[in-house]
Each structure stands twice: as C-alpha cells, then as structure tokens.
C-alpha cells in the first residue's frame, strides 16, 4: 500500500514536472521565432533605408545640376536622407534592444527549467529513499514482533534439539509467508546459531556469529523495544548473498524488560528488494539516467544499472547537507536527497541520488 502510494505521487508530480518542462521549452522556441523575426525585419528596414538615402543623393545630384530650379528640391531631398538616417539608427537601436532582452528571457526560462529539472530529481531521490525507509521501517517491526514468539522464547531460556527443531519449524511459517526475507537466525548468548527458518537451504544451525558487527550490537541493546539496523553487507554463510541484518533481543516470557536469553537476526534479501525500487523511479530517460541509493559512506548499495553495488563509493557533492542539485564535471545533473527516516527508524544517513545525463 504505501509503495504504491509512493508510485501515485511520483506519477503526479512527473506529470506537473512535464509540463513545466514543455511550457519552458515553447516559451524559449516561441522567444527565439520572435528574435529571429525582429532581426529579420529590422535588416529590411535597414535596407530600405539605405534605398532612401541612395535616392535622397541621386536627388541631390540632380538638383545641384537644375541650378536655381532645383533648390527646393534639394531641401527636400536632404529631409528625405536625414530621415532616412533617422529610421536606420531606429532600426539598429530595435535591433540591438530586442536581441537583448530576447536573449535575457531565454536565459531566465533554462534558468527557470535547470531548477525545475533540478527539484524534480530532488523529489525522485526523496521518493526512492523514503520507499526504502518505510519499508525497512516494516523491518524493525518485524524483528521485535518476532523475538517474542514463544517457540523463539523456549528455544533461547532452554536450547535441545527439540525446542531448535520447533523454532525452526515456526520461523520456517514466517519464512513462508514473509518472502522479502533470505532467512531468520535465533542465536543464543554465546553467538551460536541454535536455529534458523531454513535449514534445508542454509545449514547455518551450530555456526558462531559473536565476532559479527551486527551481534556485537545486538547484545547492547536495552531492552526488547529496541533493535540493530545493520547496512547492506554481504554475507558468507547466506550463499554471500546482499543482505540488511535486523536485530532484537530475545527476553524472558518473551517481556520487553525480561532478562536478555538471546538474539533475533532476520536477514532482508536486500538486492532484489532495492532493485525494484531504484529500477521503478519514473525517470526521463532511464537510458541517460542513473538511480542509485547510497550508504552513509557514499558506497552505492543500489543502481538502476546494476553497477557498483557494494563496491563503488559515489562522489557526492554534499554542499547541502539535506538536499540539492548540481552539475558534476561531466556535465550530469545531479539531485540528491538525504534519508529522512520513518516512524521510530531514523534511518542509517543514506541518500537516495538521481544522475541525470539528458543534455
């Protein structure tokens, strides 16, 4: 629901983002037509007029051979030339103050259309992160829910080959109907894994993991109301298999200020997951442009092309902190936007990055 939700604004405000864009480039092709035009006529007011003053001379000319006779005729004919002067500079003044201001307002309305460009990755990158915000938001729910399971609880106050055999039983039962997932792991204290949802896959069951970041944190958690969001890692008892690993303790009675027995890690299969969201952002020209998510390192960890994941760090230009826009060396608009979190997760300072290359 909320994805889709998402999709629906993103659709909306491409769409008023669009028409911005094609009422900025009419303006700017109806701007040009009139300067071409006011050029156009103001050279053929300036070569009628020097018709004129061609003619005002050969008037002068002729005059000077009446004589007498001609006198009023060369009066004439001098008023004729010094309009005609008159219009010619007219002329050349139009010109050069049309060419001007013409030329201020198409550079107002690509000023106008850069910024308008600009708020729309901006907006794009916000969607793409807050889509992967509340979704890993669903995660810390998960967790906590979960390590309050009584077979989870039993498995940890009192490890046997039968209480793991029941734990892996119920958590395969969430497995099954929570596909987003690779695998849950209960580990005891110690960081042996006691059981796990899908033991038929991953014989992980007997594994340490104490010396992984994640459980290090895990086991300084305060209470059963908090929990561990870890960042994309690959993990090697997972098939090496990119993953976001969510913490919570297992309690006593399954209370959230019960005595620590143990450790919840459920493993968020994290690369199809972000694909479909940085693949879905509604960009221009998905050929020219690039979606990325980045880690607070400025690691990608999600490309619409599927380049770099994990091991290309991107060069961020963070002159605003929060969000922005900006042209890299290459000429690329970049918009950008930092994580602005969901509910109680506040996120891990990741940044949702759209890499335009339309011009």
């Given at each position: 629901?909320c994805?889709?939700?998402?999709?629906?604004?993103?659709?909306?405000?491409?769409?008023?983002?669009?028409?911005?864009?094609?009422?900025?480039?009419?303006?700017?092709?109806?701007?040009?037509?009139?300067?071409?035009?006011?050029?156009?006529?103001?050279r053929e007011?300036?070569?009628?007029?020097?018709?004129?003053?061609?003619?005002?001379l050969?008037?002068?000319?002729?005059?000077?051979?009446?004589?007498?006779?001609?006198?009023?005729?060369?009066?004439?004919?001098?008023?004729?030339?010094?309009?005609?002067?008159?219009?010619?500079?007219?002329?050349r003044?139009?010109?050069v103050?049309?060419?001007?201001?013409?030329?201020?307002?198409?550079?107002?309305?690509?000023?106008?259309?850069?910024?308008?460009?600009?708020?729309?990755?901006?907006?794009?990158?916000?969607?793409?992160?807050?889509?992967?915000?509340?979704?890993?938001?669903?995660?810390?729910?998960?967790?906590?829910?979960?390590?309050?399971?009584?077979?989870?609880?039993?498995?940890?106050?009192g490890?046997?080959?039968?209480?793991?055999?029941?734990?892996?039983?119920?958590?395969?039962?969430?497995?099954?109907?929570?596909?987003?997932?690779?695998?849950?792991w209960?580990?005891?204290?110690?960081?042996?894994?006691?059981?796990?949802?899908?033991?038929?896959?991953?014989?992980?069951?007997?594994?340490?993991?104490?010396?992984?970041?994640?459980?290090?944190?895990?086991?300084?958690?305060?209470s059963?109301?908090?929990?561990?969001?870890?960042?994309?890692r690959?993990?090697?008892?997972l098939?090496?298999?990119?993953?976001?690993?969510?913490?919570?303790?297992?309690?006593?009675?399954?209370r959230?200020?019960?005595?620590?027995?143990?450790?919840?890690?459920?493993?968020?299969?994290?690369?199809?997951?972000?694909?479909?969201?940085?693949?879905?952002?509604?960009?221009?020209?998905?050929?020219?442009?690039?979606?990325?998510?980045?880690?607070?390192?400025?690691?990608?960890?999600?490309?619409?092309?599927?380049?770099?994941?994990?091991?290309?760090?991107?060069?961020?230009?963070?002159?605003?902190?929060?969000?922005?826009?900006?042209?890299?060396?290459?000429?690329?608009?970049?918009g950008?936007?930092?994580?602005?979190?969901?509910e109680t997760?506040?996120?891990?300072?990741?940044?949702?990055?759209?890499?335009?290359?339309?011009?």
């Open positions: 629901m994805a889709a939700a998402v999709r629906r604004v993103d659709a909306v405000a491409e769409s008023g983002a669009d028409d911005r864009v094609d009422v900025s480039a009419l303006v700017v092709r109806l701007t040009s037509e009139v300067d071409e035009v006011a050029r156009g006529k103001t007011i300036q070569k009628i007029t020097s018709q004129m003053k061609i003619l005002a050969n008037a002068l000319i002729e005059s000077a051979r009446a004589g007498k006779q001609g006198a009023g005729f060369a009066v004439v004919a001098q008023e004729v030339r010094a309009v005609g002067a008159q219009i010619e500079q007219i002329a003044d139009l010109e103050q049309l060419t001007k201001r013409t030329g201020e307002l198409i550079d107002s309305i690509g000023n106008m259309t850069e910024r308008s460009r600009g708020d729309r990755l901006v907006d794009l990158a916000l969607n793409a992160v807050e889509l992967i915000d509340r979704n890993l938001y669903e995660r810390t729910c998960d967790v906590r829910w979960w390590a309050t399971d009584s077979a989870v609880v039993d498995c940890a106050s490890p046997s080959p039968r209480a793991a055999a029941h734990a892996s039983q119920r958590l395969g039962v969430i497995l099954s109907a929570y596909t987003v997932y690779l695998d849950l209960l580990c005891g204290l110690d960081g042996t894994i006691l059981a796990n949802g899908r033991p038929d896959r991953f014989t992980v069951a007997g594994q340490n993991v104490a010396g992984q970041d994640w459980f290090k944190q895990a086991l300084r958690l305060h059963g109301d908090d929990y561990v969001a870890g960042n994309i690959r993990q090697p008892l098939a090496d298999a990119q993953v976001a690993t969510y913490c919570a303790s297992i309690r006593s009675e399954g959230s200020d019960g005595a620590p027995l143990g450790v919840l890690a459920i493993h968020f299969d994290w690369e199809p997951q972000a694909k479909a969201i940085v693949q879905g952002v509604r960009v221009d020209d998905p050929n020219r442009s690039r979606v990325l998510l980045l880690d607070a390192d400025r690691r990608v960890i999600a490309a619409s092309d599927g380049r770099g994941c994990l091991g290309e760090r991107f060069p961020l230009q963070t002159a605003h902190p929060r969000n922005g826009t900006y042209r890299d060396s290459s000429g690329a608009l970049i950008f936007h930092l994580t602005p979190g969901y997760y506040r996120g891990l300072g990741w940044y949702g990055v759209i890499v335009s290359r339309g011009d």
